[in-house]
């Protein structure tokens, strides 16, 4: 009896042993590969062990987590929101692009290039404290839908990239944001999305300031940007926030060079991975001449840096968590 049960609990511990890791990613060398680092890095056996403390992964979010077309997520919630404060003081459309974004005239705001687009996100992202900006971003991520998926945007979480943050995490990988999207707007949804801790997001940020409103000492987010985490600010933001070079790099595209750049060129084992846009009927099909998630010389340097790149098209058995796709 005993020597049955000894097998039973044998065979159970084996089964946890031998289960997939990353089962909607389809077999091959792009999932052989991560599997390989992952258990090269975390054998105490192997000439390349990391210990623990020093097992940082960090991931940008915009196109790599989730979707980001046909424009940048938090820029929609940006023009939701420009839309309910206009309708309250219009006043606030001070310029053709803030008229032109609370119109829904996408044509002319994509036309202001990034300086119109920081002053719609200044403008709609100002005039509250952190909690109430946040709660806005709850209740917006909990009720809106995308414009022409028309499904939940939690739902546009990338399955295969949740199993391998996932993954990376029950293999003792402590795992961080690091993205261009605004430090407030993602610690809103990032827990429940991700599984990754509000603490562990880096990100670009807003002018804040201290304040004590009606006896309560409160930070209120004012207009204009302190911090632009993007290429180099990536490097600038991980050394700030963390002290390490991460070992497991993802991002998706050149906005995010420079942060692989730099945390594969250090000593030790490292593994870089950009998510190549290749689906264009579960997802979209983009890379160089997209005005989203451009990708030029990351696709033109990933095989002499060694760095992995994802076809999402090939690799992935599923795109998105929600849907089933």
């Known amino acids: 009896m005993r020597f049955s049960l000894s097998i039973a609990v044998l065979a159970v511990f084996a089964g946890s042993a031998m289960a997939d890791p990353l089962p909607s990613w389809q077999e091959g060398e792009t999932k052989s590969r991560i599997i390989d680092f992952v258990s090269d890095v975390t054998d105490p056996g192997s000439d390349n062990y990391v210990t623990p403390s020093d097992r940082i992964a960090v991931f940008d979010n915009d196109?790599?987590?989730w979707a980001e077309k046909p424009v940048y997520f938090q820029l929609l919630y940006a023009l939701d929101r420009l839309e309910e404060m206009a309708a309250k003081d219009p006043t606030i459309l001070s310029s053709d692009v803030l008229k032109a974004a609370a119109a829904g005239d996408m044509?002319?705001?994509a036309k202001s290039g990034e300086e119109g687009l920081l002053e719609i996100v200044m403008v709609s992202h100002s005039g509250l404290s952190v909690p109430e900006f946040q709660a806005d971003v709850a209740r917006w991520i909990e009720t809106a839908k995308h414009p022409t998926k028309n499904i939940a945007y939690t739902d546009m979480t990338y399955q295969p990239m949740l199993e391998l943050l996932r993954y990376l995490r029950d293999e003792d990988f402590e795992t961080y944001l690091v993205?261009?999207?605004g430090i407030h707007f993602m610690r809103a949804f990032v827990e429940a999305a991700y599984g990754v801790p509000p603490e562990n997001v880096i990100g670009s940020a807003g002018k804040t300031r201290y304040e004590v409103v009606d006896g309560v000492p409160t930070i209120l987010k004012d207009p204009g940007i302190a911090f632009i985490d993007?290429?180099?600010g990536k490097p600038i933001g991980i050394d700030s926030k963390i002290g390490k070079r991460p070992i497991f790099i993802g991002g998706n595209s050149d906005?995010?060079?420079?942060?692989?750049?730099w945390a594969t060129a250090g000593n030790g084992p490292s593994l870089g991975l950009i998510v190549h846009h290749t689906d264009g009927e579960r997802e979209w099909a983009y890379d160089r001449d997209s005005h989203v998630g451009k990708l030029v010389r990351g696709l033109d340097e990933a095989d002499e840096r060694g760095w992995l790149l994802v076809d999402m098209a090939e690799d992935w058995k599923r795109v998105w968590s929600g849907t089933g796709n």
């Open 63 to 65: 196109g790599t987590l």
């Open 107 to 109: 044509d002319r705001v």
């Open 179 to 181: 993205s261009g999207g």
């Open 230 to 232: 993007d290429k180099a």
């Open 255 to 261: 906005g995010d060079f420079e942060m692989l750049e």
